[in-house]
């Protein structure tokens, strides 16, 4: 009966198990294991249409971190607000990537999200591809510059941006 009752209290503590991870702390965004998951995923399926990014997206992490200090830059102004169509056609496009809804609807479930949440996360993605286009690629289009010389003005540009933000990486426990 002891024996009973100790195996009963046993079963009853509470357990603790990890579900997510927080990676990096940019500004006040946080950045975790999972977001770098559901990254790494649409990247390989949808990539982004700005050549920067693109580039950028071997390191997924590094990528969040610079669309968070991006998306920070661009704050609420209107100029960068991607429209009502332009954003269902990026959840258009991706849901497509995946050929059928039923392998849509697997890959919303293996990252937890709805519909709703994949568009808000894809509505910040569309900004700062916005913000990158105007600031970066239209003036590398007018100076006509080559590849190379876009993306290392890119990288000037945008470590500029990074050391002017408080970017602490959580070391893994």
């Known amino acids: 009966m002891v024996f ?11 357990t603790s198990a990890v579900v997510d991870r927080v990676v990096v702390v940019v500004g006040e965004r946080i950045i975790t294991d999972s977001d770098i998951r559901l990254e790494a995923e649409l990247n390989r399926k ?5 050549l920067a990014l693109r580039l950028r997206a071997a390191d997924t992490q590094q990528l969040l971190i610079e669309r968070a200090v991006i998306r920070g830059l661009a704050g609420q102004i209107n100029l ?12 258009d496009d991706v849901r497509q990537s995946f050929g059928t809804p039923e392998q849509f609807q697997a890959f919303l479930d293996r990252h937890g999200l709805t519909e709703d949440a994949l568009a808000a996360r894809l509505l910040g993605q569309l900004i700062v591809e916005r913000y990158v286009y105007r600031n970066v690629d239209l003036a590398s289009q007018t100076a006509k510059e080559d590849e190379a010389r876009y993306y290392d003005r890119y990288l000037k540009w945008i470590r500029r941006a990074l050391s002017q933000t408080a970017i602490r990486v959580v070391p893994r426990q």
């Open 4 to 14: 009973l009752i100790l195996s009963l209290a046993a079963a009853s503590e509470p």
């Open 46 to 50: 949808t990539p982004s249409p700005i």
């Open 80 to 91: 960068y607000q991607p429209t009502d169509t332009e954003l269902q056609q990026r959840l």
